[in-house]
């Protein structure tokens, strides 16, 4: 496989036994931007920005909306997200990096074999920090819009918490009292084609544009 770097190979599956069966989010497969599923996506709206003073967004793979290039690993952005609890702080999101795994481990989050053929698992880490605005007291969603794109096109989500997390990778039903100046890292898993040449990640929703990263 052809990655740019940071992409490095996971082992954290391996450290997940016993390895229970996940679920696949198989929807909004298509090009950069699409997306499939909005029932959850539709209640959140958002204001966005980039920290080096550009407008957040892109329109299409590798692109900007103000026509810069994607962030690169670590470079944050900023976004005032709704929570489905009411309240609405600012976030800074940064996505770290993305693991990339093996084929056997793809086969083993799967029920079905066959959904796994010729796919790897990416693990996208994203960083975000509770800029200002409200305590966030439980159930914060802001991670759960993290997707991984392979090629243009998006992973297929594996959704399911039997088979652990990743290591230092926090679980979002289980923070509290999110305040101002803390910081959590929250990571989602797709599977990719394991033949794909590049590796993006997304932070978007409906109703905003999208933040995109190049690994």
Avoid at 34 to 46: L, Q, Y
Avoid at 184 to 194: E, G, K, Q, S
Wanted: proline share 6%.
């Amino acid at each position: 496989m052809e990655f740019h770097l940071p992409l490095t190979k996971s082992t954290w599956l391996r450290a997940c036994a016993p390895v229970a069966v996940l679920a696949l989010a198989l929807t909004a497969c298509g090009p950069l931007g699409e997306k499939g599923d909005t029932s959850e996506n539709a209640r959140h709206t958002s204001r966005s920005g980039v920290t080096d003073g550009h407008q957040g967004g892109a329109q299409k793979v590798g692109m900007r909306s103000d026509g810069e290039p994607p962030l690169q690993p670590g470079q944050a952005a900023t976004r005032a997200f709704k929570e489905d609890t009411g309240v609405e702080p600012t976030y800074r999101i940064a996505a770290q990096k993305v693991d990339i795994g093996t084929a056997a481990e793809a086969k083993a989050l799967v029920s079905n074999p066959a959904d796994a053929e010729g796919k790897v698992p990416a693990v996208a880490y994203v960083k975000y920090t509770h800029l200002r605005g409200a305590t966030v007291k439980e159930y914060p969603r802001v991670g759960d819009y993290a997707e991984v794109y392979a090629d243009g096109r998006r992973g297929a989500k594996v959704t399911g918490g039997d088979a652990g997390r990743p290591e230092g990778c926090a679980d979002s039903d289980e923070i509290k009292n999110w305040r101002s100046g803390q910081s959590h890292l929250l990571c989602n898993t797709f599977l990719i084609p394991a033949r794909a040449r590049s590796v993006e990640v997304m932070w978007t929703e409906i109703g905003g544009e999208p933040f995109v990263w190049r690994f």
